[in-house]
């Protein structure tokens, strides 16, 4: 069974990069068809999509983070890390890493999330 689990600073300065790794265990990130989502929930409120990386290393974004998001992978570690630059109190959230068939699901399988404040 896959488990997810992610993994960073909890506190990040103002207009430094935050940079969250995910680590998946019990399969290979490179098999099946799947996609490896970033998604966040703000504090009171919904469930936004960051980015993904899918089993071929293809990526995608959400439009309004795009400029700010990167998302790569180590097939060697088998691990997705995500790099959000120039953060702002607007990106505290709790940051999930999960897999799914779909880009930007949480319905598949997914970590238990890492609460990440923006704060000086």
């Given at each position: 069974q ?6 960073g ?53 959400s ?8 998302i ?11 790099q959000l ?21 949480l ?12 704060s000086?």
């Amino acid at each position: 069974q896959v488990q997810l689990v992610e993994s960073g600073p909890g506190l990040v300065q103002p207009s430094q990069t935050l940079s969250l790794t995910c680590t998946v265990s019990g399969d290979s990130i490179t098999t099946g068809v799947y996609f490896y989502n970033w998604i966040r929930q703000p504090p009171g409120k919904g469930l936004e999509f960051v980015g993904a990386i899918s089993h071929t290393g293809a990526t995608y974004y959400s439009p309004s983070l795009k400029s700010r998001a990167l998302i790569s992978r180590s097939t060697a570690l088998n691990t997705i890390t995500l790099q959000l630059s120039s953060v702002t109190p607007e990106d505290t959230a709790v940051y999930y890493c999960a897999r799914d068939g779909q880009v930007g699901s949480l319905k598949g399988s997914r970590g238990q999330g890492i609460q990440v404040t923006v704060s000086s």
